[in-house]
């Protein structure tokens, strides 16, 4: 594995490191490592933004749209015809 030195850093940061590392039962060294880890760590699929017309439909939700009309934002699937200029 690979070290990792870091100088000069601020003292709150030193002191909001150790808080946050008592709080998970953690070394400051192991919780600076999962910080680290977190950081970089590329973000699970399911928190990755929803289809465009998910987001539409959560969007306009409020409005009175029926479960139907929501669903007209879904192309799932769906062949997407170009427009025609006669």
């Not at 192991?30 to 973000?43: F, H, K, M, Q, T």
């Not at 139907?68 to 006669?86: S, V």
């Amino acid at each position: 594995m690979t070290q990792l030195i870091i100088n000069n850093i601020d003292d709150n940061i030193t002191k909001g490191l150790q808080a946050r590392a008592a709080e998970h039962g953690r070394t400051v060294e192991e919780e600076a490592r999962a910080i680290l880890g977190d950081a970089v760590r590329p973000a699970p699929a399911a928190a990755l933004p929803s289809g465009l017309g998910t987001r539409i439909t959560k969007r306009f939700q409020g409005i009175g749209l029926s479960e139907q009309e929501a669903a007209a934002f879904e192309l799932h699937g769906e062949e997407i015809k170009p427009a025609e200029f006669d």
